[in-house]
């Protein structure tokens, strides 16, 4: 069941950052599902597959600053 959620959350992420959805609401929620997501790797313990994900993240988006700064406190 939690597996699927996190899938689920990061499908929508995946979604949310693409070209088409260039804008900061898109960003904002993208951030917003990042934040469930980390809980659902704190909660299985997997912190070290979390920073491995938000790492690749940011270097994917690395030339989108309003995403960088949306997902800043992940």
Known sequence: ??????????????????PADFNPLAYAAAAK??????????????????????EKLRATYARRPALQKAIAGL
Not at 1 to 18: F, G, P, S, V, W
Not at 33 to 47: E, I, N, P, T
């Open 33 to 54: 599902w990042l934040a469930r997501a980390k809980k659902a790797y704190q909660h299985k313990g997997q912190m070290a597959d979390w920073q491995a994900y938000i």
């Open 1 to 18: 069941m939690a597996k699927d959620r996190l899938a689920q959350t990061i499908a929508e992420i995946a979604t949310l950052t693409q």
